[in-house]
């Protein structure tokens, strides 16, 4: 696994008057591994959904930050906290102090779920929910408030921003995080939104001032003859997509849009626990062409951190929805497709 820190790699600046900022953003987590429905189960080692690790190789965030990395490019990296009750606090610390030591942005990340299972290990009720928005206010509060606690306990400093796990937030969440000193939400998420993600502001499709708070949300697209919103989620869209979306925003003149990847973005079969994962190589070589792509428009385009963010209290066109048409979609369900072959 590789251990080099990277103090070649500059913080960029977030004040450019002209660039198109692209931040890509990370969901460090683990997975349930089934635990709610298996007594024999238990959420998977971090070693295997944040690390990747297969063999001797690993295909979670250490070769996400090696692809960004070398294109000069760094991420911010949502990490979740209440894994550790179950996996302990060492496990947990180890990513933050990897995320640090390569120089890239660690941040907060909750997923009730792993608390309320610990609870229930314990000999407390059973309690099978996840979203923070759908918590009493006062429970949201505390919630939030050991998470960071947590996150401070083993960083040596609070965090600056917060993504709900599900993107399960609210404006009632986004309260609760201004009260606990936290400033910047990525939460938001517009293909989300009355499933799991309960904001009541709409449509919002770029970083905005909410509740005292900067939001940035996940950018999303529309596709022609379906419904709904599609978001820049590495793994589920093509390159093409995330290019003429980022075009459509910067003519529309908006500047920020927000790329979201998963620590096991990389990698298929990881729940299948007594099962090999495989490296997702369609995915892979889709997250470095897409950075390759970034940095030939260098000149047009920086990519700074979400925990480094400092945004007017009102930046323009966070309203504009790119409309992609409906050629690039169709290409990408048909690699989708192919890429479910399991000799792929």
């Keep these: 696994m590789t251990t080099n820190s990277c103090p070649a790699i500059p913080s960029r600046s977030t004040d450019s008057p002209d660039r198109m900022r692209v931040y890509f ?6 997975s349930m591994g089934g635990a709610w429905r298996n007594p024999a189960a238990r959420p998977l080692p971090l070693e295997r959904s944040i690390f990747g690790k297969m063999d001797s190789k690993y295909y979670g965030i250490p070769l996400l930050m ?31 102090t990897y995320i640090h030591n390569r120089g890239h942005d660690a941040q907060l990340h909750l997923h009730p779920a792993y608390r309320y299972y610990h609870h229930w290990l314990q000999g407390g009720a059973r309690r099978e929910q ?7 206010a006062t429970e949201q509060d505390e919630l939030i408030g050991e998470g960071i606690d947590i996150f401070r306990r083993l960083t040596g400093r609070a965090p600056r921003a917060y993504r ?20 910047i939400d990525s939460s938001y998420n517009l293909a989300c939104l009355d499933v799991t993600c309960k904001f009541r502001s709409r449509p919002l499709n770029g970083p905005r001032r909410m509740e005292g708070l900067q939001e940035f949300p996940v950018t999303n697209f529309r596709v022609a003859l379906q419904s709904g919103y599609k978001p820049l989620e590495v793994g589920a869209v093509s390159v093409a997509e995330i290019l003429a979306t980022i075009d459509s925003l910067r003519a529309a003149g908006c500047r920020d849009v927000v790329l979201s990847l998963h620590s096991f973005s990389f990698l298929k079969n990881l729940e299948h626990r007594n099962e090999p994962c495989r490296p997702d190589r369609i995915v892979i070589q889709r997250f470095r062409t897409l950075c390759a792509a970034l940095a030939r428009i260098r000149g047009e385009v920086e990519v700074p951190l979400i925990g480094e963010a400092n945004l007017p209290e009102q930046p323009l066109g966070s309203d504009h929805i790119p409309y992609i048409g409906w050629r690039r979609p169709l290409l990408r369900k048909i690699v989708q497709g192919v890429n479910r072959f399991p000799w792929i």
């Design 66 to 96: 090696d692809i960004l990395e070398e294109y000069g490019f760094r991420g911010t990296f949502f990490t979740e906290m209440f894994c550790s009750r179950i996996l302990g606090l060492g496990e947990v610390e180890r990513v933050l």
């Design 164 to 183: 709900a796990g599900c993107y399960g937030a609210s404006e009632v969440t986004l309260a609760a995080l201004r009260r606990h000193g936290v400033t």
């Design 25 to 30: 953003t990370v969901d460090t987590e683990t």
């Design 130 to 136: 996840d979203l923070m928005c759908d918590l009493p």
